[in-house]
């Protein structure tokens, strides 16, 4: 099934953790918050891309199906 | 001196894991204001701060297990299970261990929403975190009214040493949130960063013909 | 003619040549072109009740819950608040969620240059009425509501326009008249959804939509009090008559808000597919469309384009909100823009990084690029900064704002090359387009 990251840009306060547990991905901007890719999240990083949606501070980060 | 009894073994034990669990507490909360602080570890990536915050308490979950299962079982005095969970039904101290109910209470309620808190609503969530700032106090009136261990010597210089930590750790917190930039005036502040000085001009400006204002 | 000076960057004090929150007189600054009024009363003053049904009759509410959805369709109306989203389709999506449904009229016109909500609020509030009556009839919805601008004559006139109503038992539906904040973002519709419920007119992380969820989490019909008025109309007359006005991809008529080079300001009625030229009166160096979150398009290119979106959108325009200004000759089009996105930065809702850090950053640099000598390699800046703000926030606000500033980066280039050299082509300071001087500070503010 294709996922895709997608992050609530209110209640993100730019802790960036997503971007150091899933840094083939998400990259920080020069103010701390994340640039997300736009399209599906590969299979191989499913796994750290769970457990980036689970570590946000914030619980801004979601995993979706691909829209 | 007494010999040390399987049923002194056991609230001895209750005793200990109690004082542990204290200190697990502490740091529990301590951790959780640096996450939200986003503060660092040094040497540390921001996720072990969060990973550490949630290890310490799942720590504290097993001594706060261990210390109500040897107080339960313990035959000496009378503690029913349900009194775990049930504030003030205890046959002994129903006061002192009734707070300490209380208190495993609310921290039952931090754990397993956070256990879940992927699949809830992230107001929710975090409207039921703030509890904490409650369990801790409530737990250390319990460990000071439940036993007098912590009254005296060396435990006591280690009660007041957590409460002046948290205290002092939750403070800092306030006057954090106290004096963050309010939402609607934000962009107003990195704009008054970012405009330009007036500057004057490199060379002096000459006005042609037509009057230039 | 180009001139080396000194200008003082613009002041909070000079940005409003005229304050746009300010109630307007009445329709007597809005005129219809080509002799079709269609929204705006035919007579000098507003229409009451009775002028109204004189002239249309009562709305058929009967027929509104089989028929008006497919005629909406057949007609081709879009959103004319700036979106141009399809009309039958936002009907269609909020009834099609089968929970209790509100529809709510948007005449908060939170876009500065923009004044032809209030100008028909004022001029026929009982077209709008019936617009939104007939929308509730469709959806079934019980629940009605009016989101307008706070000022305190304009509700006085809308309570009364709606008592009126009332009395003659016109209506099915009880509306309740919501008040919107002063806020660019406060026509956004999940910040109206936001106020309509009773909190800030702050706009919302979506999904869901206000269609899906909208005030208190019910399916949330929004649509611009000048589409309620279409829709009104073309109720009563049908998706042929509609279509008689317009051009084939974009019928219909619509309501814009002219600000001509000498700075008159204007509201009229024309139709989809007029000459730009008609409208403005050129030359002039440049034309602002759509409004603030619209784009500059060339001075020669407007004499020779219509106001349709096919003619627009191939140079990153857009009909949008129906503004329509013409650059005086002698003014800058970089201050201008400047000062329009600096107001802009100031009325983000402060609530997404990439927005209030990213917003003021740009607005800095283009004051900056707006004087004398500023320092080249600040346009590579607003470039990256343009690219980090677009998508990032929870509506829509960076990329309206962003489309503003690379439009002006293209048309104004020249005009840049020479500040870079200490010159400038506008000779008078004088603010043009309209802003209003308050700062929003306060969490009060949004409410």
């Known amino acids: 099934m294709e996922r895709q990251l997608r992050v609530n840009p209110i209640a993100c306060s730019g802790h960036g953790l997503c971007a150091e547990l899933l840094p083939e991905l998400i990259t920080l901007d020069e103010w701390g918050y994340p640039i997300l890719p736009g399209g599906p999240v590969p299979r191989r990083l499913h796994r750290h891309a769970r457990r980036a949606v689970a570590d946000c501070p914030a619980l801004a980060l979601a995993l979706t199906d691909a829209a | 001196m007494t010999a040390i009894t399987q049923s002194t073994a056991l609230w001895y034990a209750s005793r200990a894991t109690g004082v542990v669990s204290l200190l697990l507490l502490t740091l529990v909360v301590v951790l959780g204001i640096a996450v939200n602080r986003q503060g660092r570890l040094p040497g540390l990536p921001a996720f072990a701060v969060t990973g550490l915050h949630r290890s310490v308490s799942l720590l504290s979950v097993l001594f706060i297990a261990a210390h109500v299962a040897t107080a339960v079982i313990d035959p000496y005095v009378s503690i029913r299970a349900a009194a775990v969970v049930i504030p003030f039904v205890s046959a002994y101290q129903p006061f002192w261990l009734g707070l300490g109910a209380v208190s495993l209470d609310l921290i039952a309620a931090l754990i397993l929403t956070s256990l879940a808190r992927a699949r809830m609503p992230r107001r929710a969530w975090r409207g039921i975190h703030w509890l904490a700032y409650a369990a801790w106090p409530v737990a250390l009136i319990h460990s000071i009214g439940a036993s007098p261990d912590l009254r005296s010597g060396g435990l006591r210089l280690l009660a007041i040493g957590c409460t002046l930590t948290v205290g002092g750790a939750g403070l800092w917190r306030l006057a954090q949130r106290a004096r963050e930039m309010p939402r609607a005036e934000r962009a107003a502040a990195v704009l008054a960063a970012s405009e330009p000085p007036v500057r004057r001009p490199a060379r002096p400006s000459f006005v042609p013909d037509r009057e230039a204002r | ?447």
């Open chain 3, 1 to 447: 003619m180009t001139s080396s000076m000194t200008r003082p960057l613009p002041s909070l004090a000079q940005y409003s040549g005229r304050d746009p929150n300010e109630p307007l007189a009445g329709p007597a600054e809005s005129r219809y072109l080509g002799g079709m009024p269609r929204l705006l009363p035919p007579g000098p003053g507003p229409a009451g009740l009775r002028a109204h049904l004189a002239r249309f009759g009562a709305p058929p509410l009967d027929w509104a819950g089989r028929g008006l959805v497919a005629e909406l369709q057949a007609a081709g109306l879009t959103g004319r608040g700036g979106a141009a989203f399809p009309t039958y389709r936002k009907l269609a999506a909020v009834a099609g969620h089968r929970r209790p449904a509100v529809v709510i009229g948007n005449g908060a016109e939170g876009e500065p240059a923009s004044s032809k909500d209030k100008t028909l609020l004022w001029a026929a509030p009982q077209l709008v009425l019936d617009g939104l009556q007939l929308a509730a009839a469709a959806i079934g919805s019980g629940t009605a509501g009016l989101y307008v601008h706070r000022d305190q004559r304009l509700h006085q006139w809308l309570a009364a326009s709606i008592a009126e109503r009332a009395a003659a038992g016109l209506d099915l539906v009880p509306v309740e008249l919501i008040a919107a904040p002063a806020r660019f973002l406060a026509g956004e519709e999940s910040a109206l959804a936001s106020r309509a419920a009773g909190g800030p007119a702050l706009p919302r992380f979506k999904p869901p939509r206000a269609s899906e969820r909208g005030v208190a989490d019910r399916p949330t019909l929004v649509q611009n009090v000048e589409t309620l008025a279409q829709l009104a109309l073309i109720a009563r007359y049908g998706a042929a008559w509609f279509r008689s006005a317009g051009t084939t991809d974009e019928p219909g008529s619509m309501l814009a808000t002219l600000h001509q080079a000498d700075g008159q300001m204007l509201v009229v009625e024309t139709e989809l597919g007029t000459p730009i030229r008609d409208l403005l009166r050129l030359p002039a160096p440049a034309v602002l469309v759509g409004g603030y979150h619209g784009a500059w398009i060339p001075g020669g290119l407007a004499e020779r384009l219509p106001l349709t979106n096919a003619a627009l959108r191939p140079l990153g325009a857009a009909v949008g909100a129906g503004v329509l200004a013409a650059l005086p000759a002698d003014r800058c089009g970089l201050a201008e823009t400047a000062r329009v996105v600096r107001y802009l930065a100031l009325e983000s809702a402060g609530q997404c990084g990439p927005c209030f850090n990213g917003l003021p950053r740009i607005a800095g640099a283009l004051a900056e690029l707006a004087s004398p000598w500023p320092r080249p390699e600040i346009i590579a800046d607003v470039r990256r900064w343009c690219g980090l703000v677009e998508g990032r926030g929870a509506c829509r606000h960076p990329d309206g704002t962003v489309r503003l500033v690379r439009s002006a980066l293209e048309v104004f280039a020249a005009e840049l090359d020479q500040h870079i050299l200490g010159r400038c082509a506008g000779s008078s300071n004088r603010p043009f387009l309209p802003l209003p001087p308050d700062l929003a500070l306060d969490e009060a503010d949004w409410r």
